[in-house]
């Protein structure tokens, strides 16, 4: 049984462009939320999904935005990207209506230059 | 912004040793989960605690919770070089069936051989 997968590993952009990134979830597993993790800092709650649709938000601005897929795989975008930017972005999946615990995928290190 | 706050930020003890790791939080909680990260990768779910439970036990794993005080304690056992990492307690903010989870900034853990 795969855990979380996240795509690419590590990616580097320039200032203003725009990055998609991807996570599968865990088999059984039905929400998506995204983190951002700065360096020596928490992970920053981005969003949630659930049933293809966002179903609430951290204190990000519309920059970013996702999709979430029928078979529940989710994608992070981010547009115009600032130096601000670079940091660990975490996917996590779980259960609607169960556990809160979560399973965290192993992140993509995104560097904005 | 962040709900849990951990103390210390930085923690060094000889192989052998116990540690110990506190998290504060400022609003009411369902639940309470301490989560590590090795080198920033992913997180791995250690443990979770209810709100109506005083301590939990995982093998070398021992978490307190007093609701009174907003504050829960991590206490690892004999600790050995593979415990090495950052530890973050993580809150959720429940309102209207959101099972957000809120991280603070963690505790970094080295371990002394």
């Known amino acids: 049984d795969a855990g979380v997968t996240q795509s690419p590993t590590h990616l580097i952009k320039t200032r203003g462009q725009q990055v998609t990134l991807r996570c599968s979830p865990k088999s059984g597993h039905d929400t998506v939320s995204w983190y951002q993790q700065a360096l020596g800092q928490g992970p920053q709650f981005i969003f949630q999904?659930?049933?293809?649709?966002?179903?609430q938000r951290g204190n990000f601005p519309d920059r970013f935005s996702g999709h979430q897929f029928p078979n529940y795989s989710s994608e992070l975008n981010v547009n115009a990207l600032l130096l601000g930017d670079s940091a660990l972005y975490l996917c996590?999946?779980?259960?609607?209506?169960?556990?809160?615990?979560?399973?965290f995928g192993p992140g993509t290190r995104l560097t904005v230059l | 912004s962040q709900q849990g706050e951990e103390d210390p930020q930085a923690l060094s003890i000889q192989e052998g040793e116990n540690a110990t790791m506190n998290c504060s939080y400022k609003t009411s909680i369902n639940n309470l989960q301490w989560y590590r990260q090795n080198s920033g990768r992913g997180l791995v779910h250690l443990i979770l605690i209810r709100s109506n439970e005083r301590e939990k036990h995982s093998g070398r794993l021992r978490v307190t919770l007093d609701t009174s005080k907003k504050s829960s304690s991590l206490l690892i056992t004999a600790s050995r070089a593979a415990d090495t990492a950052s530890y973050f307690c993580?809150?959720?903010?429940?309102?209207?069936?959101?099972?957000?989870?809120?991280f603070g900034k963690g505790t970094r853990l080295h371990i002394l051989p």
């Open positions: 999904y659930y049933e293809e649709e966002e179903r």
């Open positions: 996590a999946t779980g259960l609607a209506g169960g556990r809160v615990e979560q399973f």
């Open positions: 993580a809150t959720d903010a429940i309102m209207n069936r959101d099972d957000k989870i809120i």
